[in-house]
């Protein structure tokens, strides 16, 4: 028996759920987070536009209430997100180029460096790529090229010797043109000596696009680099109504993932873009969408969660 978690630990890995402080409240919500999984990622809260709305004005507090959580109940913590195009408050896209760099540095200086100890992994650049693997355009590419990835690496490293610094992106879970992107930007960090230790693939996975190709082989391949492998973000959403056969499907692929992880020997955990469709980020963003989670909207585990089970 025991739970998601504790048959992850059995294997060296971590089973862990992202989550948001509003839904810290509910109580029933909150006592399965808290037992079931072992690590937790802050949906929102330590996101650039909660963390410093304005330059130079840092707030934690609700980054500090998911740490907390994460402290009452063993659970390690994965930080999310230091430097992203989304979420971005406006008065960064507002400054001059030339102030770019130094207000990123700044900015993860503060962050990291507020969550030393706290947090045990940072996503210190999220999604820097285009789906045909070309650099993502956002402030920091815009004044720095690329090199704001390496600038960013050392910030955090400076910041927080000791926290696993990871890139992270969705649609590199297969070999493609996005992965391998990924995979070259990732090698020419290691060699020039950039502190980068791992790469974060998001998972956010439908059942009418199909399984991703080769994640087995694509996660190895990262790991051949000495990287560690994450999955980050894991979700299998649908298109409405459910049915048993995209129930089939979505378990099916919840599956894969953890048999790709288990089979990687540097694939280091799985975080689940939260456990309950009640608060999943899914019917908001992708219209008609959802039913993406483990547990369904009454917190009852599902299908999908007895095959994730079987396969760990
Ligand atoms: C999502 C959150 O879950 C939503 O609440 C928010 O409105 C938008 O962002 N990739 C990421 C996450 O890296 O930060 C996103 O989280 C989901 C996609």
Request: with cysteine; aromatic share 10%.
């Amino acid at each position: 028996q025991g739970t998601l978690h504790d048959l992850a630990a059995a294997q060296g890995r971590y089973f862990g759920s992202a989550t948001d402080n509003p839904e810290l409240s509910d109580a029933a919500y909150a006592a399965t987070l808290g037992s079931e999984f072992g690590q937790i990622t802050p949906g929102n809260s330590m996101k650039w536009d909660t963390t410093e709305p304005s330059q130079g004005r840092f707030d934690f507090a609700k980054g500090d209430v998911v740490t907390g959580f994460a402290q009452q109940h063993g659970q390690t913590v994965r930080g999310h997100t230091l430097v992203w195009h989304s979420q971005l408050p406006g008065w960064v896209a507002a400054l001059p180029t030339a102030r770019v760099r130094a207000a990123m540095t700044d900015h993860i200086t503060e962050e990291a460096t507020h969550y030393r100890g706290a947090v045990a992994a940072w996503d210190v650049v999220n999604e820097p790529f285009n789906e045909d693997g070309t650099f993502r355009t956002s402030p920091f590419y815009t004044a720095m090229g690329s090199g704001y990835i390496a600038t960013a690496l050392r910030a955090a490293h400076a910041a927080d010797p000791d926290t696993k610094l990871y890139l992270n992106d969705y649609n590199t879970e297969g070999l493609g043109a996005k992965s391998d992107a990924m995979y070259a930007l990732a090698s020419e960090l290691i060699d020039e000596g950039v502190p980068l230790d791992g790469v974060g693939m998001q998972a956010h996975l439908a059942v009418q696009y199909g399984f991703p190709y080769k994640m087995r082989e694509n996660m190895q391949r990262f790991a051949d680099l000495g990287l560690d492998v994450a999955v980050t973000e894991l979700d299998v959403r649908m298109r409405l109504p459910a049915d048993a056969a995209k129930a089939a499907t979505q378990s099916s692929y919840y599956q894969q993932v953890v048999e790709a992880c288990l089979a990687v020997g540097r694939c280091v955990g799985i975080t689940v873009w939260d456990y309950t469709d009640k608060y999943s980020w899914v019917p908001g963003t992708f219209p008609g969408e959802g039913a993406a989670g483990l547990y369904d909207e009454n917190l009852a585990p599902k299908p999908a969660y007895d095959a994730v089970r079987a396969a760990l």
